[in-house]
């Protein structure tokens, strides 16, 4: 389905019932909008991931400005302020109320953002394997040195620099750094999954070339502002947005809990698929707003 939002079109899809039968009654369950990360990717390997929420929740997914399958446009506008905006549009579109904003890497900045621009459109907030500044670049560089061969080393050079250009290289990219990003990684099942990815190199090298908008992005000042309960989710051994990260936006979100996956990278949902799942249903099912007042 597609969204004429803004001044773009937007592809989402929903997947599960609002409105559930129990008995002779009819229950309204919540809605969740997942962002996927990147940017350069598209919402695929979520359903992958969270897909099972759906027996909990209603699940959207979509795929961000310029990405995936949603439309091309001004690549000036490949930015967070611009991802956010959309993100808010789409909620207004499909006529939703607060919902719960689930974000990974990437998406985990957009979410963060939102709720704080936008706290009263935010129900629930969940942050997975993020970081709220740019400084999580540099210490990327640091543990690949120290973990990496010299092939990914390389290849993590490439990435900050914008020699990813093109969708082969993506995918040669997350092909050689996969045994970072997954303490479980399978190498034929992770190319297996890649083959359904529509990359969109123009938008990663947007956002993190060397002059890219998010070289010096910081959202440290604004988590104040988020009044939604948070989860914070990290990996214990995640190299791109190690755990220190998640700590720190823990510190900074008013009433927010922290869980360390400690057999975990990057791929939270690939290392500890079915913990993460019932983290974050449990979350979702037992906080609310009220309970931290």
């Given amino acids: 389905m597609r969204a004429h939002i803004r001044d773009t079109e937007i592809y989402f899809d ?99 953002l939102h709720a704080a621009r936008y706290p009263d459109s ?21 543990i690949v040195a120290q973990r990496g061969t010299s092939q990914q080393l390389a290849m993590c050079t490439d990435l900050w620099a914008g020699r990813i250009d093109t969708p082969e290289k993506m995918r040669e990219y997350l092909d050689v750094m996969g045994p970072l990003y997954s303490c479980r990684h399978d190498p034929e099942a992770a190319r297996a999954r890649l083959t359904a990815v529509h990359f969109a190199p123009e938008t990663l090298n947007q956002a993190y070339g060397p002059s890219g908008s998010m070289r010096a992005f910081d959202l440290r000042p ?9 989860l914070i989710i990290a990996g214990r051994h995640d190299w791109i947005c ?31 698929g079915q913990d993460l799942l019932d983290a974050v249903a449990g979350f979702v099912i037992y906080k609310s707003k009220e309970s931290f007042r």
């Fill in 14 to 112: 929903v997947d599960g019932a609002a409105l559930v039968a129990e008995g002779s009654r009819m229950r309204e369950r919540r809605t969740a909008v997942l962002i996927h990360g990147g940017p350069g990717g598209d919402h695929t390997g979520l359903i992958a991931r969270y897909g099972q929420l759906r027996e909990k929740m209603q699940l959207i997914y979509f795929d961000q400005r310029g990405q995936g399958r949603s439309t091309p446009g001004d690549p000036r506008k490949y930015t967070l302020d611009e991802n956010v905006e959309d993100l808010e549009a789409l909620r207004l579109h499909l006529g939703l109320g607060p919902v719960v904003s689930l974000g990974t890497s990437y998406g985990g900045m957009v979410a963060m």
């Fill in 122 to 142: 935010v129900s629930h907030l969940v942050l997975v394997a993020t970081a709220a500044h740019a400084g999580f670049i540099a210490r990327s560089v640091e």
């Fill in 222 to 230: 604004k988590l104040g502002a988020i009044t939604a309960p948070t």
């Fill in 242 to 272: 190690p755990p220190e990260f998640s700590a720190e936006i823990h510190r900074l979100i008013p009433n927010s809990d922290l869980r360390v996956f400690e057999h975990s990278s990057h791929s939270i949902g690939n290392d500890e």
